[in-house]
């Protein structure tokens, strides 16, 4: 059984929860499933400091970045 998985991301005053990367990732809870991670640039905001577009490939990096520490044994 798949581990349990969440994905928050913080959408100005409150959390958004992306149901593409809880389903992915609960399909799938592999350094694998980073391979099929994209997040709507739509479902991101954008501002001065970064557009819908940065913040969704941020998102997708991070959530990457995630999957190898949590997964992989003896990465850095």
Known sequence: MAPR???????????FRSSKANDTLTASFSVNARDGLKMDPAEMNGDAHGDDEYRAHLVEGMT????VETLEPGYP
Do not use: C, H, P, V
């Open 5 to 15: 998985t969440k994905l928050l991301i913080d959408r100005r005053s409150g959390a």
């Open 64 to 67: 990457r970045r995630t999957l």
